[in-house]
T-cell receptor, first 111, second 113 residues
Framework: QKEVEQDPGPLSVPEGAIVSLNCTYS??????FMWYRQYSRKGPELLMY????GNKEDGRFTAQVDKSSKYISLFIRDSQPSDSATYLC???????????FGKGTKLTVNP | DTAVSQTPKYLVTQMGNDKSIKCEQN?????MYWYKQDSKKFLKIMFS???????INETVPNRFSPKSPDKAHLNLHINSLELGDSAVYFC????????????FGSGTRLTVV
């Protein structure tokens, strides 16, 4: 079983839809959870960060972590064509430990 | 003011050649990384340096050799390039991965022909 599993998609939705992106993980030591957004031919950029379990909201984006289920989600409300990108989950036990990435989900929001 | 800059952005070269990719960060971070992203977008760590000291060396062929002259620079040298080395190589830096994640460069797209 891979440490981090993420459905690669692709996912195609109409503009204005609510998008749900998910990752599961197997390492119970993970404490810090992130979502990165990567536009085509660009480097990944940090979008959302969550420590331990709970929700975090930032504008149209909500990140959820359920440590009991080893499951994290990113919700995008009122999706826009500019949200079209690959979304990668990442997580780490913390300290100086490296980030472990999911494979990324390619999202297309159609006008 | 690019935080993490890589050069070159594109590199096309023949099998068997030796090439280098350079990375510089102006964020004052202690730790720098090299990641390889394959055609399916999977990001795999190759190396990590903390203040010029190698701390992560994943299962990578000996043909790949990182060099960190100072904590702001991490270069990647690749000998005897193979077709399978074609990928996008990302440099990243971090002060505290858990709290702040990584800052990535824009990538070097390597094509071996």
């Amino acid at each position: 079983q891979k440490e981090v599993e993420q459905d690669p998609g692709p996912l195609s939705v109409p503009e204005g839809a609510i998008v749900s992106l998910n990752c599961t993980y197997s390492n119970s030591a993970f404490q810090y959870f992130m979502w990165y957004r990567q536009y085509s031919r660009k480097g990944p950029e940090l979008l959302m960060y969550t420590y331990s379990s709970g929700n975090k909201e930032d504008g149209r984006f909500t990140a959820q972590v359920d440590k009991s289920s080893k499951y994290i989600s990113l919700f995008i409300r009122d999706s826009q064509p500019s949200d079209s990108a690959t979304y990668l989950c990442a997580m780490t036990p913390g300290g100086s430990e490296k980030l472990v990435f999911g494979k990324g989900t390619k999202l297309t929001v159609n006008p | 003011d690019t935080a993490v800059s890589q050069t070159p952005k594109y590199l096309v070269t023949q099998m068997g050649n030796d090439k280098s990719i350079k990375c510089e960060q102006n964020l004052g971070h202690d730790t720098m990384y090299w990641y390889k992203q394959d055609s399916k977008k999977f990001l795999k760590i190759m190396f990590s340096y903390n203040n010029k000291e190698l701390i992560i060396n994943e299962t990578v062929p000996n043909r790949f050799s990182p060099k960190s002259p100072d904590k702001a620079h991490l270069n990647l040298h690749i000998n005897s390039l193979e077709l399978g080395d074609s990928a996008v190589y990302f440099c990243a830096s971090s002060q505290d991965p858990g709290r702040y994640g990584y800052t990535f460069g824009s990538g070097t797209r390597l094509t071996v022909v």
